[in-house]
């Protein structure tokens, strides 16, 4: 499967909402802002309070909320200066096709839409065999726990959706001078500290650790590859929290500590009214 062929299975429901399918291929935002990792294994984690599972489920769930970001690990993205990677974000995080930017996106339902339609796929066995394009199921069928995988990329998807629609809809709207800025600006430096300080109260040494490690990375064709999963999993266990520490004198300036907390909460609440998580052993979403 190429590419394009898993969002091909979305450009009808696009088609429906009349939205232009256009090149994908255009320029990023300079320094799109969507939540930081830890942001994201704390909306998985506040779901797995919920929805308890056991660990091999948990260890694929959490798994599955880092994957979409994975795509920074791929080959020639590693460092964003060198080639425009929101185009292939908009890919991995399922976003409808248009000719939007990625952290541009305006169409929030739409996006919904999408990533419904991709755990869908995935859940009904007709949809699967019906699809001219295939499944990405195949791919996964020698893996275990796929399901709790895809859900947990779906609470990715969501999360940044979610985003989208919040938080940095609003420091765009409200501060669009600074958020021309990107990695430059002071909401990155607010997000950076943050993410140090949430890592440090919530994931080290925690059992988010412990499952993240025996999580098992596998290809998802068309999204991100076993290697790029495997390479962001190994970089916030082994790498890029290590010996860290928040700058006692940072003054947030655009978004706080508890307002992040209040977000991951609200978060939660958010993905749990679209009954995502474990939808697909009850046979999909609706």
């Known amino acids: ?44 984690d506040a779901l797995l309070s919920r929805h308890p599972r056991d660990d091999a489920d948990a260890a694929q769930f959490l798994l599955g909320a880092l994957a979409p970001d994975a795509v920074h690990y791929r080959e020639g993205f590693t460092a964003s200066e060198k080639k425009d990677i929101g185009a292939a974000k908009k890919i991995t995080h399922l976003c409808p096709i248009s000719d939007e930017r990625w952290g541009a996106v305006t169409d929030n339902e739409g996006w919904i839409c999408c990533i419904k339609e991709f755990l869908q796929t995935q859940a009904d066995p007709i949809a699967k065999s019906a699809s001219a394009e295939g499944s990405i199921t195949p791919a996964l069928e020698n893996s275990n726990n796929f399901h709790a995988l895809l859900e947990g990329y779906a609470v990715h998807a969501l999360t940044d959706c979610y985003n989208n629609m919040t938080l940095w809809h609003r420091f765009r709207t409200q ?32 059992k988010i650790e412990r499952l993240l490690a025996m999580a098992e990375p596998c290809d998802m064709p068309g999204l991100v590859s076993a290697k790029e999963i495997h390479a962001i999993r190994d970089n916030i266990l082994y790498e890029n929290y290590k010996g860290r ?3 006692k004198s940072h003054e947030y300036a655009f978004v ?27 046979g999909g979403v609706h």
């Open 1 to 44: 499967m190429n590419l394009y062929s898993i969002l091909h299975r979305f450009q009808k429901i696009c088609q429906m909402k009349r939205i232009p399918i256009t090149t994908l291929f255009n320029r990023n935002l300079h320094g799109v802002l969507m939540a930081f990792p830890i942001t994201h294994l704390l909306v998985a």
């Open 175 to 206: 501060h669009p001078a600074e958020a021309a800025k990107g990695y430059a600006s002071g909401y990155y430096h607010d997000l950076q500290e943050i993410d140090i300080r949430l890592y440090l109260a919530y994931v080290k040494d925690s």
């Open 245 to 247: 520490v928040p700058f």
């Open 256 to 282: 706080t500590y508890d307002e992040t907390l209040e977000y991951i909460a609200k978060t939660a609440d958010f993905i749990d009214e679209l009954h995502v998580v474990n939808a697909m052993q009850a």
